[in-house]
Nanobody, 123 residues
Framework: QVQLAESGGGSVETGGSLTLSCSAS????????MGWFRQVAGKQREVIAT???????YYLESIKNRIVVSRDNAKNTLTLQMYYMEPEDTAIYYC?????????????????WGQGTQVTVSS
């Protein structure tokens, strides 16, 4: 059973930066895609970034200029760097992975999920 564990969440002020990490219990090289999605209170989860084994990253259009996703297969980790953060970024952030899905731009495309980490951006 694959386990994903997010870390790095916390509180940050508007305009600040934050880096989230996701550690996998299995070699990340085995996943065709790994991604980050978030859930704002009262809204559906949305995928904001996806790292592919064999393609360029996907970013949600509305946030693509403020985030960077990267994967380190040597450390079995996925990282999300967020910049110029806004109160609207306040959410629970989840890491996901799937061994073979082609798209991975929807939450349902990921077979494995982590438990999430809370990010709060204060104004």
């Amino acid at each position: 059973q694959v386990q994903l564990a997010e870390s790095g969440g916390g509180s940050v002020e508007t305009g600040g930066s934050l880096t989230l990490s996701c550690s996998a219990s299995s070699p990340t090289a085995e996943f065709r895609c790994m991604g980050w999605f978030r859930q704002v209170a009262g809204k559906q989860r949305e995928v904001i970034a996806t790292s592919y084994r064999d393609d360029r990253p996907y970013y949600l259009e509305s946030i693509k200029n403020r985030i960077v996703v990267s994967r380190d297969n040597a450390k079995n980790t996925l990282t999300l760097q967020m910049y110029y953060m806004e109160p609207e970024d306040t959410a629970i952030y989840y890491c996901g992975a799937d061994p073979m899905h082609r798209r991975c731009t929807s939450v349902t495309d990921f077979r494995y999920w982590g438990q999430g980490t809370q990010v709060t951006v204060s104004s």
